[in-house]
């Protein structure tokens, strides 16, 4: 399926980092990064906690604007061969200038003129979902709710959470959430991956986000998959992710088909594409031959992903063209 042209909304920007360019860079600065990589030169990890130290063992080399604007277009070159015409990425200013306004706003600056220049050479659009780190605990949650209701705008669309999900509870986020909404963001929140129903259900309740990353342990409630059909929330669903850091032990016992049947909107993305060896043309291939899904089922994702995306009006109706939707 690398024809057709896709949107994804869950991407992380550092997660999406070739591991290549890591190592690239690692060189560069003199970083002994040995042991997160296998023989074969990919990212090597145990589990989804042991996952969480590599990546911010791999993010430790970003250290400056200039790092991420070649970051941005590594990425974005990546996505441009599985033809993904949107994509929205989870920014973490905790990374990217250890959560300081000004500093970000050069991170920031950097980020933007690598996605201008992407969208005129690769045709693809990227916005920007400012991210919390959970288990990096409220209070800098805050500071990061700062930077992102000071550069909340056109470019960053939104707000969300990933990390340790069974670090703390959405409640202790919820401050850093308003603040965000009553900045003009759309909000998401990682939840139901390593949390069952009741983590949604608080992402819902505490956080009030109209987009849940993942979700996909919502299948264990029924109650909750009515509730997320009727409601109209939007599963950022990572197949791929999810097979590999074992939710879910294989593709034909993953929820996505199950979810959808039962009226949940479900979008799907590849979350840190080179931890698990996947990328947005191996997804939509993987569910096509897992679900019997045909182009259209696919053509659906796409649309969902479009109606849900947090960007402006303008760039939407753009999108839908993009897709060969409208
Ligand atoms: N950060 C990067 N990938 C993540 C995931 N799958 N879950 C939570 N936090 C993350
Ligand atoms: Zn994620």
């Not at 003199?30 to 590599?54: E, M, Q, R």
């Given at each position: 399926m690398?024809?057709l042209?896709?949107?994804?909304?869950?991407l992380?920007?550092?997660g999406?980092?070739?591991?290549?360019f890591?190592?690239?860079l690692a060189k560069?600065?003199?970083?002994?990064l040995?042991?997160?990589?296998?023989a074969?030169g990919?990212?090597?990890?145990t589990d989804?906690?042991d996952?969480?130290?590599v990546?911010?063992a791999?993010?430790?080399?970003l250290t400056?604007?200039e790092d991420?604007?070649r970051l941005?277009?590594?990425?974005l070159?990546?996505?441009?061969?599985?033809?993904v015409?949107?994509a929205?990425?989870?920014?973490?200013?905790d990374?990217?200038?250890?959560?300081?306004?000004g500093?970000?706003?050069?991170?920031?600056a950097a980020i933007?003129e690598a996605?201008?220049?992407?969208?005129?050479h690769?045709?693809i659009?990227?916005?920007?979902?400012?991210t919390?780190?959970?288990?990096?605990?409220?209070?800098k949650?805050?500071?990061?709710?700062l930077?992102a209701a000071?550069?909340?705008?056109?470019w960053i669309v939104g707000?969300?959470?990933?990390?340790d999900e069974?670090?703390?509870?959405p409640?202790?986020?919820s401050y850093s959430?308003?603040m965000?909404r009553e900045?003009?963001?759309r909000?998401?929140a990682h939840?139901?991956?390593?949390?069952g129903?009741?983590?949604?259900?608080?992402a819902?309740d505490?956080l009030k986000v109209?987009?849940?990353?993942?979700?996909?342990?919502?299948?264990?409630?029924?109650a909750l998959?009515?509730r997320?059909?009727e409601?109209?929330?939007?599963?950022?669903?990572?197949?791929?992710?999810?097979?590999?850091?074992?939710?879910?032990?294989d593709?034909p016992s993953?929820?996505i088909a199950?979810?959808r049947?039962a009226?949940v909107?479900?979008?799907?993305?590849?979350?840190?594409?080179?931890f698990?060896?996947?990328?947005m043309?191996?997804?939509?291939?993987r569910l096509a031959?897992?679900?019997?899904?045909?182009?259209?089922d696919l053509?659906?994702?796409n649309?969902?992903?479009?109606?849900?995306?947090?960007?402006d009006a303008?760039?939407?109706?753009?999108?839908?063209?993009?897709?060969?939707?409208?």
């Amino acid at each position: 399926m690398t024809g057709l042209p896709k949107a994804e909304l869950h991407l992380h920007l550092e997660g999406a980092a070739p591991p290549l360019f890591i190592r690239g860079l690692a060189k560069e600065k003199s970083v002994d990064l040995s042991g997160i990589f296998d023989a074969a030169g990919h990212y090597v990890y145990t589990d989804f906690w042991d996952f969480l130290k590599v990546y911010e063992a791999a993010t430790s080399v970003l250290t400056t604007p200039e790092d991420y604007h070649r970051l941005t277009l590594a990425v974005l070159e990546q996505s441009s061969l599985s033809n993904v015409v949107y994509a929205e990425t989870f920014l973490s200013p905790d990374f990217c200038g250890g959560r300081d306004v000004g500093a970000w706003r050069e991170y920031l600056a950097a980020i933007r003129e690598a996605a201008d220049h992407a969208e005129s050479h690769h045709g693809i659009i990227l916005r920007g979902i400012i991210t919390c780190i959970r288990h990096f605990g409220p209070e800098k949650a805050r500071e990061t709710a700062l930077c992102a209701a000071e550069t909340a705008g056109d470019w960053i669309v939104g707000f969300g959470i990933a990390g340790d999900e069974k670090a703390g509870e959405p409640k202790d986020f919820s401050y850093s959430f308003d603040m965000a909404r009553e900045a003009g963001l759309r909000l998401t929140a990682h939840a139901g991956e390593w949390g069952g129903p009741e983590s949604v259900r608080a992402a819902l309740d505490d956080l009030k986000v109209e987009r849940i990353g993942h979700g996909v342990r919502a299948i264990e409630d029924g109650a909750l998959v009515e509730r997320l059909a009727e409601d109209g929330i939007v599963l950022e669903v990572c197949p791929g992710s999810n097979v590999a850091l074992g939710v879910f032990p294989d593709w034909p016992s993953h929820p996505i088909a199950r979810l959808r049947d039962a009226g949940v909107k479900v979008t799907v993305s590849t979350d840190d594409p080179p931890f698990f060896h996947t990328t947005m043309a191996h997804e939509f291939d993987r569910l096509a031959e897992t679900f019997d899904w045909a182009e259209d089922d696919l053509k659906a994702l796409n649309r969902t992903a479009a109606e849900a995306a947090f960007c402006d009006a303008a760039t939407r109706e753009t999108l839908m063209t993009k897709l060969e939707l409208s």
